[in-house]
């Protein structure tokens, strides 16, 4: 299909958002890549890592066998042969794998798609919880302002604590504020990845149609 590459980067990508939302991360910084993906520098894991999702990618395995292998990738037991068994089966029939290449595929997208969503879903509401604090904390900082402004005439200890106060309250402020920064870009980033894979289904989903009109034709034509 020419975007095999692509989409095993794609799908990636998305299990790395997946995977840092379901462990608790829920986007609240860059996504940390999955444990198994870390690899500590093994050229080997990592080259198999790539392969997985290569052929996942371009449809030569299907989700059920995809996460059955990654299960092992993740255990570390994932072997060469696990990988060549597969696309030896991939490969055997290609004129039938054509079809079943671009199903397969779509089937990863949508999955990811969906999941996806639940993660944008429980990063807006990590994003929410953030914005309402820092509104709060706006309007605490405003008032040990304003208490330390009147405190000064009359008792200047007191405007003095007011403003040691206010410098904790402004610090605090600050990193959740870099924080909610940070996942607004993360969110815009999930974004992109999201357009970036309904693009290829609508694509893949346009193949699909005409190769489905094609076997309507033939059909056709034999009859």
């Known amino acids: 299909m020419g975007c095999g590459s692509l989409l095993g980067d794609l ?10 939302s379901y462990s608790g991360q829920a986007a609240s910084h860059s996504p940390a890549p999955m444990a198994w993906a870390r690899g500590g520098g093994d050229d080997l894991k990592d080259d198999l890592r790539a392969r997985l999702y290569r052929m ?24 060469p042969a696990d990988l060549a068994v597969h696309l030896a089966l991939a490969r055997r029939s290609a004129s039938e794998r054509g079809d079943s290449a671009i199903g397969n595929t779509l089937r990863g997208i949508r999955s990811r798609l969906a999941q996806l ?23 605490r900082l405003a008032a040990k302002e304003q208490a330390a402004r009147q405190a000064v005439v009359q008792d200047e200890e007191t405007a003095r604590q007011r403003l040691f106060e206010k410098a904790n309250l402004a610090s605090g402020y600050e990193r959740l504020a870099a924080q909610a920064q940070a996942l607004r870009a993360d969110l815009a980033r999930l974004d992109d990845l999201y357009t970036q894979l309904e693009a290829k289904s609508a694509e893949l989903e346009a193949v699909q149609a005409r190769s489905i009109a094609a076997q309507s ?5 034999v009859e």
């Open 11 to 20: 799908f990636y990508l998305a299990d790395v958002w997946i995977a840092s």
């Open 117 to 139: 969503s639940q993660t944008r879903a429980a990063s807006e509401k990590v994003l929410a919880n953030l914005e309402a604090r820092l509104s709060e904390l706006d309007e």
């Open 56 to 79: 996942h990618g371009e449809g030569q395995i299907g989700e059920e066998v995809f996460h059955a292998l990654r299960s092992l990738a993740e255990r570390g037991q994932l072997r």
């Open 217 to 221: 034709f033939r059909t056709t034509e």
